[in-house]
C-alpha cells in the first residue's frame, strides 16, 4: 500500500540522553508479561539485567523459531520480547545463588517480576521485607491476579488469564459461533497488557521516587490489565450479550466486511448512515443503491444485492484503490497489509520505527522500537536478545567473592 509522504515532526537528530539512561533494572520474569515490561524500559535506556534459571526463560522454547531453529536462542518470542538486556544465570535453588541475587537486586533501581506472593517468599523476597531494606527500591510485580486476594497463587496459562478477565468474550462472537464453546484470542495476543502496565507504572514511580526519594511497590494483576484494555467489548457483552453474530464470510455484508481486492484484502465497515452513503458515492452512485426518486436506500433493505454489488466493485480495483475511494468519501476501511508490507511502508520509514539488529545464532532482523519519540530526548542503541548466561561473568564479578568466576561457574551457582 502506498502511503502519502510525511515529514517528522521531530528533529532527525534528537538532544539529550534516552530518558531512562542511568536507570538499572534486574528482571526476575519469563514468558511474556514481566519481560515486556522490562524491555520496554531497555528500550528507553535503561540498563537491563534479566536473571535466568540455567535451562532459561521458558520463552526460548516457544515456537516459532527463527533460523536456525529450533534453538534456544532462536525462539522469535523470545527474541521478540527480551531487546537490550543482559542475561545472567543464576541457581536460584541453591543458598549461594539467591545470595547473589540479593546483590543484583540490592543495587538496582527496580526489580521486575512475576513470582507469585509464595515464589517470592521461598526466595527470601517478600516485596514489604525488600521495601523496608531497600527503601530506594521500586519492586515491581505483574501476576496473574495480583500480589493480593484470594487468587494470588492460583496457577493459570495464557487461555484462562485471556477468560477470567473476560478479554475472549468478543472472539466467538465475531466469529459467529453462537453455541459453540468459547474460543481464546491466539498468539497470546492479551499477554503483554499486563507488561504495558507494569512499565506505565513503574514509570510513574521512578517519577515519584525523583520527587520524594522514595522506592514503591508496584502490584500490577495481568487479568486486570486485560480487562482494563478490553473494557469496551467486555461492558458489551455484560450488558445486553453483544451484537448478533457476523459470519465472516466473503464480500461482508451491508454493513461491511472483508472484501477482496484484485491484488489483496481490505476491510470496510459502514454501520452508519452517511458511511454507508460515502461507500456509494466511492462506487460512483450506481442505480441499484437509489429508488426512483433518487433517494438512498436503507442498506437493510437491499442485503444481499448490495453485498454482491459492493464484493464486484472492490474485485475490480486493486486494494490502494478501493482504500483511497473509501477514505476519501468518509466510509471507515482500512488494508490488510502483510508484515512486510507495514515495516516497508513510507509511514514506517519516516518514524524509523524498525531497525535491524545483528545476532549472533538467529538471523538478524528487524525489531520494533519503543512506541513513542521525545524530541529532547534520543533513542538509545539496541541490541538483540542476548545469550543464556552471556552477561554473568561481567555482572556477577565484584559479588563473587570468595570464588573466581571459573569457581562458580564449576559450582553451578552461575552459568
Not at 273 to 281: D, F, M, P, S, T
Amino acid at each position: 500500500m502506498t502511503t502519502q509522504s510525511t515529514k517528522s515532526s521531530t528533529p532527525a537528530e534528537a538532544s539529550g540522553p534516552p530518558l531512562l539512561e542511568g536507570i538499572r533494572v534486574v528482571e526476575l520474569a519469563e514468558d511474556i508479561a514481566g519481560p515486556f515490561a522490562a524491555k520496554l524500559l531497555a528500550d528507553a535506556g535503561a540498563e537491563t539485567i534479566k536473571v535466568e534459571s540455567p535451562g532459561g526463560d521458558a520463552a526460548r522454547r516457544t515456537a516459532p523459531f527463527a533460523d536456525p531453529g529450533p534453538h534456544r536462542e532462536t525462539s522469535t518470542t523470545w527474541l521478540a520480547f527480551n531487546t537490550s538486556k543482559r542475561s545472567v544465570v543464576l541457581d536460584l535453588a541453591s543458598a549461594a545463588g539467591r545470595r547473589l541475587l540479593h546483590e543484583l537486586i540490592s543495587n538496582a533501581d527496580v526489580f521486575v517480576t512475576d513470582r507469585t506472593p509464595q515464589q517470592l517468599e521461598d526466595l527470601d523476597l517478600n516485596p514489604h521485607d525488600l521495601r523496608e531494606r531497600l527503601p530506594q527500591l521500586i519492586i515491581a510485580a505483574v501476576t496473574p491476579f495480583g500480589l493480593i486476594g484470594g487468587a494470588s497463587e492460583w496457577p493459570s496459562t495464557a487461555l484462562t488469564r485471556a477468560h477470567a478477565s473476560g478479554s475472549a468474550a468478543g472472539v466467538r462472537r465475531n466469529l459467529g459461533a453462537s453455541a459453540a464453546p468459547p474460543l481464546m484470542a491466539g498468539a497470546n495476543v492479551h499477554e503483554a497488557d499486563g507488561g504495558t502496565a507494569l512499565a506505565l507504572a513503574t514509570w510513574a514511580a521512578l517519577i515519584v521516587r525523583d520527587r520524594d526519594g522514595h522506592g514503591q511497590i508496584v502490584d500490577v494483576s495481568s487479568v486486570e490489565a486485560m480487562m482494563n484494555m478490553d473494557r469496551v467489548d467486555i461492558s458489551i457483552a455484560h450488558n445486553d450479550g453483544g451484537p448478533p453474530p457476523m459470519p465472516p464470510r466473503k464480500g461482508g455484508s451491508a454493513f461491511g466486511g472483508r472484501l477482496e481486492c484484485a491484488d489483496g484484502h481490505l476491510i470496510a465497515v459502514t454501520p452508519q448512515a452517511h458511511q454507508w452513503a460515502g461507500l456509494i458515492k466511492a462506487m460512483g452512485d450506481p442505480d441499484w443503491a437509489h429508488d426512483a426518486d433518487g433517494n438512498l436506500i436503507d442498506r437493510l433493505q437491499l442485503g444481499e444485492e448490495a453485498a454482491e454489488a459492493i464484493e464486484e466493485w472492490a474485485g475490480a480495483r486493486t486494494r490502494d484503490e478501493v482504500f483511497r475511494a473509501l477514505q476519501v468519501n468518509s466510509a471507515p476501511a482500512g488494508p490488510v497489509l502483510r508484515p512486510s508490507e507495514v515495516m516497508d511502508s513510507e509511514q514506517m520509514q519516516v518514524r524509523e520505527f524498525f531497525d535491524v539488529l545483528e545476532h549472533p545464532i538467529a538471523a538478524d532482523a528487524r525489531y520494533p522500537q519503543f512506541a513513542a519519540r521525545w524530541n529532547r530526548a534520543g533513542r538509545p542503541t539496541r541490541t538483540a536478545a542476548p545469550l543464556l548466561g552471556s552477561a554473568s561473568t561481567d555482572a556477577m564479578r565484584n559479588h563473587l567473592h570468595p570464588w573466581t568466576p571459573v569457581q562458580a561457574r564449576r559450582a553451578g551457582v552461575i552459568g
